[in-house]
């Protein structure tokens, strides 16, 4: 229904007062409280009560807008205020249209009723109280005078819902406190053309977005907001800005759209989209609208408050250690959180800043440290130290000799931990050490925490996998480990090559050696089917301290070629550099991992692509490309013997032949795997044109960033977890539903590095980009009294997040090394269960 008969646009500029120049004073104060006991009053047909004044929405004592809740959603209102300063806009009827028609289809208990007006004597008590929700869909301009503007003001703080639609936007420019309902303003003078761009739905639970495709394309006219709202709203839906022209004032990688939070005592949802009348006739934009109107008209709940990051505390929960002590931490270097809420986290073994570095490699005391093991229990708020091992992994050693990336390396707690107290530690033991050599052994031990002291007990060793490694020549010792529900244990292992010899590319000079043992061709490790380096190993522990091999693996152990060679079994994954975190997903056990790669600081139209840091969805077994492809299979040059500096051909990535003289294993390899996020110092995710062999251009001219939202520079990954809420565990502090099925990516720095969760695709398409990301750095707070340098995150049971950050310095602990504890205090989804309009819906809502 309307409230005045539908008129020529020129005929309804009389329905409304203009005002011309700024508001002065537009809140009421005294105004604004009676006229909220009055709007209460009326919503609840009672005597108008005492003046109240604003409200905490989460707040659930405090006063808020009681409508009857009748079977169904009949007797539920909608205002459609569609009033503008100057000519309407041309979306008014079909947007008038598309809201009748969506308040008389649906379920009986999400249906409601439209009122449309241009009048703006509607803001009144009387009047206002009658409807659960209320639509802008106006154009820009001055269209309440100040009693109307304090009649809406008063009207969200007894607990009304506010639906603003495109244009809403340029309304009420004088007031401050719309601005604040509107949540951004329009930058420029709006949009020009309709352009067909691509929406990036990233809540894929808010009733506004959860029908929607989460790559929606889609053409509108699309705003450019004059500050980002991020963060001060929850964004629901953002705009893909390299998927259209965004002109002057574009935003950039974060580009919301549409958005909501509670606001002022009650609800307000805003989307940027519904600028053309054909926008009102698409199937899928009104699903948008009508999740947004059920929101907001109490007729279904939702959490728009899940991003906001004034919801999120982070809280150092580890003190600076003891001068010459590791009290609280050691070099940070990797948790696992048990069933039970306790945090266990080790240090690889670098000392204090005041260690001495032996340099001397007939010294025995060479590169020894003490990889420590630490607990943090949440209930009492304490640190205990529950052991540490002697390890190779301090500083000296290498061919650097001031450096070394050995030690203790991983951790990951037994299934069944709880009960049996059994945990599993990379390391490497320095009693195993070949100084005549410069090799070391790497082992995968269990051992078993002391259930009457909390000690590791070290006389429980159970040696389950060892293999060799170089330490002549720096680094790359990986370390993650992850369990499966099937009580499969992942390994992952840096390829144990040096970062030099290559020009930071593609680590295949097979020259250097020492003994015999080449530290320069990650062939040898990486690229060969029978090295365990350079991999993401699979192994099925038994009670007897020994494994079996799952199935599914890359290989079984008994393949051969014609050139000889063979395989090992354990490997799940070849061709990583340096995997320093992996994950599992507990709901789907999918494999996550992210890989440090090499140092070229561009691109070279001679041996390939720059340095690319590196994250995969790995859903089977296979090769991910490590030393002969990167990126979205970006091929390298390949070397080979008298002379190395020479290029020889281009590796084919889908036809990989392991050609090394250093290979002991199989010649014809599996393909490469393309990778879902790879970035750069150029950027993220950075292709190239190809030629008729497929190879790409290299030319940082001709490149195209498939990710923006990510850059390098100095970068190392850290893969993260997928989150996945579970209502039956989730607890005070845990983080809300909205990041369940998000993927965790960052890196060791925090500046323009990744730092987000972002949503993949449906299916396991190999090298399917993220169609979504959200940027964390707010959250988890950079800079140098924050999180600077993350080595690792973790999802404890109750929901909230735990975060390892590394320190200042390399190699060592300091002041600023620290077990952080995130945690969300934005409370439950709004409306409250008691207050959702309708029988059914309630139901769903309890």
């Known amino acids: 229904m309307r409230l005045e008969p539908r008129q020529k646009p020129s005929d309804r500029r009389g329905l ?200 929606w394309k889609r053409p509108d006219r699309w705003l450019n907001w004059e500050k980002n709202p991020s963060g001060s709203v929850h964004t629901v839906a953002r705009v893909r800005e390299r998927s259209y022209d965004p002109g002057e004032g574009a935003m950039g990688w974060d580009h919301p759209v549409s958005w909501c939070r509670d606001y002022d005592g009650g609800r307000s949802f805003y989307t940027g989209m519904g600028g053309t009348a054909d926008s009102f006739q698409e199937a899928d934009f009104r699903s948008h609208l009508r999740g947004a109107l059920l929101w907001t008209a109490r007729l279904a709940r939702a959490d728009c408050q899940a991003t906001i990051t004034s919801n999120y505390k982070a809280e150092r929960v580890t003190s600076p250690n003891q001068p010459g002590q590791s009290d609280q931490i050691g070099e940070p270097h990797g948790m696992a959180t048990a069933d039970d809420g306790r945090v266990f986290y080790i240090g690889r073994g670098g000392g204090d800043a005041e260690a001495p570095v032996v340099t001397d490699w007939s010294d025995p005391e060479i590169g020894k440290g003490q990889g420590t093991v630490h607990v943090y229990d949440p209930s009492t708020g304490k640190v205990s130290l529950v052991g540490s091992l002697t390890v190779f992994g301090n500083k000296g050693g290498g061919d650097e000799l001031v450096k070394v990336e050995e030690g203790l390396l991983g951790i990951a707690l037994d299934p069944d931990f709880t009960d049996n107290g059994r945990l599993y530690l990379h390391y490497t033991p320095h009693s195993r050490l070949d100084r005549d050599k410069h090799m070391a052994e790497r082992r995968v031990s269990r051992f078993t925490v002391d259930p009457r002291t909390g000690k590791l007990d070290e006389s429980s060793e159970k040696v389950l996998l060892k293999w060799p490694v170089q330490v002549h020549s720096c680094c790359h010792a990986g370390g993650g480990m992850a369990f499966d529900s099937k009580g499969d244990l992942y390994i992952a292992t840096g390829d144990n090559n040096s970062s030099q010899f290559s020009g930071g590319y593609s680590g295949n000079n097979p020259e250097p050696d020492y003994k015999g043992v080449s530290f320069a061709d990650a062939r040898r490790t990486a690229g060969n089917t029978n090295n365990l380096n350079g991999k993401i190993l699979r192994i099925h522990p038994e009670d007897d301290g020994t494994y079996t091999l799952p199935e599914g693996n890359l290989f079984t152990g008994e393949e051969s070629d014609e050139g000889g060679g063979k395989t090992r079994g354990e490997i799940y994954v070849m061709g990583v550099r340096n995997p320093a975190r992996i994950s599992i997903d507990p709901e789907t056990d999918v494999l996550y991992a992210g890989w440090v790669g090499p140092d070229a600081g561009e691109p070279s139209t001679t041996w390939g692509p720059a340095k690319y840091d590196t994250f995969a969805r790995i859903t089977h077994a296979g090769n991910q490309g490590w030393p002969y492809c990167m990126g979205n299979k970006q091929p390298y040059r390949d070397r080979g013997l008298p002379d190395p500096d020479k290029p020889l051909g281009w590796y084919d990535c889908d036809r990989l032949k392991n050609e090394s003289p250093n290979n002991d294993g199989l010649v014809n390899i599996p393909p490469a795997q393309p990778n879902n996020i790879w970035y750069s110092p150029q950027g993220g995710a950075p292709d190239y044109p190809r030629d008729e062999n497929g190879v790409p251009s290299y030319k940082p001219d001709e490149q195209r960033l498939l990710l923006p939202w990510l850059k390098g520079g100095g970068q190392a990954t850290m893969d993260g977890p997928v989150y996945r809420y579970d209502k039956s565990t989730v607890s005070k502090g845990g983080w809300p539903e909205y990041w369940d099925g998000k993927w965790f990516v960052g890196d060791f720095y925090d500046s323009e590095q990744p730092r987000h969760a972002v949503l993949m695709p449906d299916g396991d398409e190999p090298g399917a980009l993220p169609v979504h990301a959200e940027s964390l750095k707010k959250i988890i707070p950079v800079g140098e009294d924050g999180i600077r340098n993350l080595m690792d995150w973790k999802f404890a049971p109750d929901g909230s997040l735990y975060v390892l950050d590394y320190g200042r310095g390399f190699f060592t602990s300091d002041d600023k090394s620290a077990l952080w504890h995130v945690t969300y205090e934005g409370g439950e989804a709004t409306p409250a269960p008691g207050d959702v309009v309708g029988t059914a819906t309630k139901e769903a809502a309890r």
Request: proline share 10%; glycine share 12%; aromatic share 6%.
């Open 16 to 215: 409304y007062r203009s005002r011309l120049g700024p508001r002065r004073g537009s809140r009421r104060a005294v105004t604004a409280a009676l006229l909220a006991a009055a709007v209460s009053a009326s919503l609840l047909g009672a005597t108008p009560a005492a003046p109240v004044g604003p409200h905490d929405p989460t707040d659930r004592s405090a006063p808020r807008l009681h409508l009857p809740s009748p079977p169904g959603g009949e007797n539920v209102r909608v205002l459609v205020f569609h009033a503008s300063a100057g000519a309407e806009p041309p979306t008014v009827d079909a947007g008038i249209e598309a809201a009748e028609e969506i308040g008389r289809s649906g379920p009986a208990a999400e249906r409601f009723e439209i009122t449309a007006t241009a009048d703006p004597s509607v803001f009144t008590a009387d009047r206002l109280g009658r409807f659960n929700a209320v639509v802008f869909l106006t154009g820009g301009g001055d269209v309440l005078d100040p009693a109307q503007e304090a009649g809406l003001e008063s009207y969200m703080e007894a607990g009304g819902g506010f639906l603003g639609i495109h244009g809403a936007a340029a309304a009420e420019p004088y007031s401050e406190w719309y601005s604040g309902l509107i949540g951004a303003r329009p930058a420029g003078d709006g949009p020009g053309r309709a352009q067909r761009a691509t929406v990036e739905v990233g809540d894929r639970r808010n009733p506004a977005a959860k029908d929607l495709p989460p790559e």
